[in-house]
């Protein structure tokens, strides 16, 4: 499977389950995936807990989908923008371009992540949870391995310097995922922000591997 | 306060409760902060409920503390670095050195602030609590004011490129804060390992600026 086709054996999402994660990425957020209940998203999205639980069996499930979801985002929009024929740099600011507005524009998934960044496996219990989890790696790997790979032909071909691959990549990755940290969206933002946070976000990530 | 001086107001801390900040920085890691009971931490410990309560009348205080010592000790490393006479590239190299060494020294309590990043104060109840999370907030201030002001200086002399400050802070915090996210203490890691990494994420901060 290459980038680009990634989660074209998914099946399309349905509105209604889509919106029951939008609706759960934001409260997740807001309260903690800890402390967010199934009532809390049923109440956000003035629905009942059993159009919920028709979708996601337990809230393990829920917030695995909503990490899962969170990957598939940034991968759907990133993956086909990869050029063979384009340089190395050129590539890894196009992908760069592609990647913040992306996480931004889901950013209460994103947030999501970084909560449960730490210990993601410790409390899930089922099965299932389980399996979406083991998912969630594989579909996060694949995400990176894009990027590796972009990495590792601008090492090769000497557009970056020399230097350790592993720890290169995931200095860039969490570079160009530093706005998930502290970004906030503002009503008084000027218009070119996240047009200028972006170019300056690829100016850095491409200088520091230079 | 400068930042050579940050702390100079704190008693020196007995060698118990350090031994129990240090236990409880491994157990919310491991376990997970909202996992993690005060029981957890005394059995690690080999020590009674009483004792830790002696030091800390509740979880959230253990934990605020967990958090203010991990800001704290790479305060009171890099603080003092910054060498007035210094160019702004040579400072940050030189606070980075020192920056990257100390939170793999004190990985656990660093883990437990990613943990904590998100809604770290929506579980805070007690005075106590917000008094503290209010003076880690303070001080993580004050040590991210070192370097911005290092940067700052970089910027006005043309040995950093013309960008947006806090962007350019946030982005550089996160760099030299990334091996927190996947760093993992091997047994058989080269002896040059973290002086490798720590050159290495020198020379990607310093470029991403210039």
Redesign the interface.
């Known amino acids: 499977m290459t980038a680009a086709t990634a989660g074209a054996d998914k099946k399309p999402m349905s509105k209604s389950k889509a919106e029951i994660l939008d609706a759960a990425a934001e409260v997740f957020?807001k309260?903690?995936a800890?402390?967010a209940s199934i009532d809390d998203v049923a109440r956000h999205l003035g629905a009942t807990k059993g159009r919920i639980y028709h979708h996601f069996p337990s809230k393990g499930v829920l917030l695995a989908e909503v990490c899962l979801r969170a990957a598939d985002f940034v991968h759907e929009v990133v993956g086909p923008a990869v050029d063979a024929s384009a340089t190395p740099e050129a590539n890894l600011r196009r992908m760069i371009a592609l990647h913040i507005p992306e996480i931004l524009r889901t950013l209460p998934y994103h947030?999501v992540i970084?909560?449960s960044?730490?210990?993601m496996n410790?409390?899930s219990t089922t099965a299932l949870e389980r399996e979406l989890f083991d998912r969630i790696r594989v579909e996060r790997r694949q995400y990176e391995d894009i990027f590796r790979n972009i990495l590792k032909a601008g090492i090769e071909d000497g557009s970056f310097?020399e230097?350790?691959l592993s720890?290169?990549l995931?200095?860039v990755l969490?570079?160009i995922n530093?706005p998930v940290?502290?970004y906030k969206p503002r009503k008084n933002e000027p218009t070119n922000f996240v047009a200028?946070?972006t170019d300056?976000?690829a100016?850095?990530?491409v200088?520091?591997?230079?």
Chains 1, 2 share one sequence.
């Open positions: 957020m309260l903690g800890d402390t947030k970084i909560q960044y730490v210990g410790q409390k310097r230097q350790n720890i290169a995931q200095s969490l570079l530093a940290f502290w200028d946070l300056q976000l100016d850095m990530a200088s520091a591997l230079r």
